[in-house]
């Protein structure tokens, strides 16, 4: 007869993910886990929505906790966790789309060429959202990753698998290719 | 004006990544040339358009699915969606393979009557259980009980062959992350059966049993006997905090005591069943960790 599992949840998501967290998810301590959970859900969440689009974000977040909780011993110290994790999520995000060959999905109203769209902040996020979807997924996630998540390059590069020294080179493309997205889409400054 | 240089660098310009001298002659040419300062601007926009990213509400039931999956061997049916979408993700072969999955939680076995032979079944069901209860404890305890028990001689896999050319699935060696402790050939009273010792990387202990086949089997049944399963589905069990699972493997069967969870059942069943076909190694040495190519997840 199993013992009835009971833990009481600290719900506040403020502080870092410390080693007597990692100790205890390690164990299987539920305790843990959830705290963990609530520590690092948000951010692995918003690049999941991000990048794969908000109907498969949270079956993707799921499955990045999964792995998180099943592999953890493989998590050596040597980086920050918060840089690991966002490794294994970035890592899940790009295998699915490389299983799934997301397309972009183009604003249904047509842009105006020769009128200056004022700037609304609901139509501008609309905006870049789409422009990131047809950029890209490698470029879209190092661009996710430094302008929303504020990683420095050498963290980037760690998320990444990359060199540091192409972290910049990458961003350029990133950056002159969202700007062409968002001109072919109507945006103009 | 030729910038493909301060162009190449802007970025890191941007993002305030460069060391202090780089900075300053960035800075200067930028003063001085409009297309850089034009695309500077350009990021500046974006960064702007970034910010409006709306930090979106994460589903408030996502946690429970997490933990869901996370208790899925505890729970008397699994829900269908949360575990095979999981396991649908990592391998989809798993899942055709898992689809027959039934989770029985229960604090006595059933199914393992005839996993030690007929007229002793519940003397066999006992000595399983009490194997599992003392492995829960301490699995060197149960090892050295079982084996004091049962007759028992220790196997050599590298060479090992067993009644009508039958070799056990650890023989074609283990995944990353896991090295065989020990391998025995143990006389229970429904027949010989390996028991296998196994260390994950953290040292906490796994046993795999599976039993030889008689002589008129053409592969070794399910070691759990008829009540258990009918060899062509998984089982799991959990007595206690200790989960174990039948699983088919190929033409094995194979019983998997102290495993975490399904899916590290899965992915060991899943590695066997790729290197199925590789057979002995040629030089006859002992099996060794071979990389498990499937696994997604970094060395952190």
Known sequence: ?189 | MECAKEQEMLSAYYDGELSSAERAAVAEHITNCPRCAAELAAFSDLSEMADALADPPVPSDLWSRIERDLDAPARAVPGPRGLMRALWLNNPRWVAMAASVIVVFTAAFLGYQSWFGGSSAQVADQAFQQYVERFQRDPEAAGRWLLADYRARPLDLASAELRGGFRPVVAGGLPTGYTLESAHLVEMPGGPCVHAVCRRSDGSALAVFERVPKADEKAGGCVCGDDCCDGSQCQMHQINETLTVCQPCGNHFVTLVGARNVQEAGRLVAWWQRTAGAGAPADGKAPHAIPDTGSRVPAG
């Open chain 1, 1 to 189: 007869m199993t013992s009835k599992r009971v833990y009481q949840v600290d719900t506040a998501a403020t502080g870092e993910v410390n080693e007597a967290i990692l100790a205890g998810c390690r164990r299987g301590d539920r305790n843990s886990q959830r705290r963990l959970y609530e520590l690092c859900h948000q951010r692995v969440y918003r690049l999941m929505v991000h990048m794969v689009g908000v109907d498969e974000a949270a079956d993707l977040t799921q499955q990045v906790f999964l792995q998180v909780f099943r592999k953890l011993d493989r998590f050596s110290g040597q980086s920050k966790f918060e840089t690991w994790l966002y490794r294994v999520a970035a890592n899940e995000a790009l295998q699915h789309q490389r299983k799934h060959r997301r397309r972009s999905v183009p604003l249904p109203t047509e842009p105006k060429v020769d009128e200056r769209r004022k700037e609304v902040p609901g139509e501008n996020r609309e905006l870049l959202d789409a422009a990131l979807q047809a950029v890209d997924p490698q470029l879209r996630s190092i661009f996710l990753l430094r302008e929303v998540e504020e990683l420095s390059y050498r963290d980037i590069a760690q998320v990444m698998g990359i060199p540091e020294g192409t972290v910049g080179s990458r961003l350029n493309r990133a950056r002159r290719e969202l700007r062409q997205q968002l001109r072919d889409l109507g945006w103009e400054h």
